[in-house]
């Protein structure tokens, strides 16, 4: 069979997989679509029982509303400095711990790699209530704190599975060749390992990011009476009234949570994909 035949019979099957993967993507952006649309039509638009996917008269009175809103810089910058905070230390943590069960052999191993995986299995929901009294006991509720600490621990065991096929595929040799060549530990460590994994670090840090960003439930439960405290989607409960909802409002607001992610993507996207793949190959 010649290559050209070869082309020709491959070609319905290549444009099928294309068209599948661009109704995925179309199916997967309409919602990011209609939110931003619902953010910037009139009230009148929003509320009229005849939805339409265009808008004539685009307004910005929602997200004027949204940033008008009291302590909403606040938010924001609890909700940076919260997630930056889970990104960086569990990030770090996880490129020693990584390290530690990949090229040490020691006692209970096996136990503590099962131990990662069996905590990925529990429900987030079911160790709400534990959590609220733990963080209680240790004097947190109300800071950003009893944040902090549970997305840490819950971001931990997936960064270390995942960083852990990163350095077992660095050789050995390259590790001993550092040795030889006068390098410490610690140099080895921090100037070669660390950029060598620096990929996978970058795609645990994405998903630690999102999940961090976005957490409502913790910051629903952990922070009662302090709303200097809260978060950014906290925000979203200003506009859930009684007697009627501002969907302008919530739109607008979800649309500007989602800018940062979405900033966030794109200054690490090479790094992520490289990262991904590095996993699926490993």
Do not use: C
Request: glycine letters at 4%; a positive charge; aromatic letters at 14%.
């Amino acid at each position: 069979m010649s290559v050209t035949t070869l082309l020709r019979v491959k070609r319905p099957g290549r444009l099928a997989a294309e068209a599948a993967a661009l109704l995925i993507a179309v199916a997967v952006a309409f919602p990011l679509y209609w939110m931003v649309l619902s953010a910037v039509k009139p009230a009148g638009e929003i509320q009229s029982t005849d939805p339409r996917p265009w808008t004539l008269a685009p307004s910005l009175d929602s997200f004027r509303r949204v940033f008008e809103q009291q302590d909403f810089g606040r938010y924001f910058l609890n909700s940076l400095l919260v997630a930056g905070t889970v990104v960086i230390a569990s990030a770090l943590i996880a490129f020693l711990a990584a390290t530690a069960v990949t090229r040490f052999r020691f006692t209970f191993r096996t136990t503590l790699l099962i131990m990662f995986l069996v905590a990925q299995m529990v429900p987030v929901e079911a160790l709400t209530i534990p959590l609220f009294f733990l963080m209680r006991d240790f004097g947190q509720l109300n800071t950003l704190g009893s944040l902090i600490l549970p997305h840490l621990a819950f971001s931990l065991p997936f960064a270390i599975w995942m960083l852990r096929g990163f350095v077992r595929a660095v050789p050995e040799a390259l590790e001993e060749a550092a040795y030889i060549d006068g390098a410490s530990r610690t140099r080895f460590l921090w100037q070669i390992l660390f950029p060598l994994v620096f990929p996978g670090l970058v795609a645990t840090s994405v998903f630690s990011f999102i999940t961090t960003w976005n957490d409502f439930l913790f910051a629903k439960s952990f922070i009662i009476s302090d709303t200097s405290q809260s978060t950014l989607p906290m925000a979203l409960l200003v506009f859930f009234k009684p007697d009627e909802n501002d969907w302008g409002g919530i739109m607008a607001a979800s649309t500007v949570m989602t800018i940062p992610v979405l900033v966030f993507f794109v200054l690490v996207q090479r790094r992520l994909v490289s990262g991904l793949g590095g996993a699926v190959k490993d």
